[in-house]
């Protein structure tokens, strides 16, 4: 069974600061994996998709990159802004159409 | 309508009582997920739709729960004989099969069973 771990659970920078958030997987038998944001009490936006088969995205301040042998990938942001403050989920999907999301990190940048 | 649309986006229950949610994909998506979420975890899948077939279920959707898509356009979610421990965000995204890699999530109905 696949297990989505993200470190950390919870993240408070002040703005401009450069971020890595993590996501390990347990099963490198993946598809695809997809970052998503999520502000408070609402649903789900997709930042980047990053296919078995590559190895990085990059959209505006964000790069994700994946690590499938190791079971690994992490969210860059760039010069962090309060905008950015939300909840950074990972989601991996094998060979279902299912995704196993982690439980995500909170991040609060301050101005 | 650029987007999955979800309705209500807030319920407030009593315990015992039934509930039903709604969930408009968007336009031409033939594949339907309904995920829960409760506070500080991510969202579990619950089952998904292939235009009106239900494909899988997840063991948590229990006896009480039902799901239909009627005609492969938008899903209802029932809860029947709410219980506390179904307060959660419920969740549904939609995809399209050509491009079935991406999900696009709708933004979901706060269910609070009191």
């Known amino acids: 069974k696949q297990e989505v771990t993200q470190i950390p659970a919870a993240l408070s920078v002040p703005e401009g600061e450069n971020l890595v958030l993590n996501c390990s997987f347990t099963?490198?038998?993946?598809?695809?994996l997809q970052w998503f944001r999520q502000d408070p009490g609402k649903g789900l936006t997709s930042l980047l998709l990053?296919?078995?088969?590559?190895r990085e995205q990059t959209s505006g301040r964000l790069n994700a990159s994946l690590d499938k042998s190791s079971g690994r990938s992490t969210l860059y942001i760039a010069a962090s802004q309060p905008g950015d403050s939300a909840t950074y989920l990972c989601?991996?999907?094998?060979?279902?159409?299912?995704?196993?999301f982690g439980r995500g990190t909170s991040l609060i940048v301050h101005p | 309508d650029t987007g999955v649309s979800q309705d209500p986006r807030h319920k407030i229950t009593k315990r015992g009582q039934n509930v039903t949610f709604r969930c408009d994909p968007i336009?031409?998506?033939?594949?339907l997920y309904w995920y829960r979420q409760t506070l500080g975890q991510g969202p579990e899948f619950l089952t998904y739709?292939?235009?009106?077939?239900?494909?899988?279920k997840s063991r948590l959707l229990s006896d009480r729960f039902s799901a239909e898509r009627p005609k492969g356009s938008f899903s209802t979610l029932e809860i029947q004989r709410t219980e506390q421990g179904d307060s959660a965000m419920y969740l549904c995204?939609?995809?399209?099969?050509?491009?079935?890699?991406?999900?696009?999530f709708g933004a979901g109905t706060r269910l609070s069973v009191l």
């Open positions: 995204a939609s995809s399209q099969e050509s491009q079935r890699n991406i999900q696009y």
């Open positions: 099963d490198s038998a993946i598809y695809n």
């Open positions: 990053i296919q078995s088969s590559q």
């Open positions: 989601a991996v999907k094998g060979g279902s159409y299912i995704p196993t």
């Open positions: 336009s031409e998506h033939n594949r």
């Open positions: 739709f292939q235009n009106e077939a239900q494909l899988e």
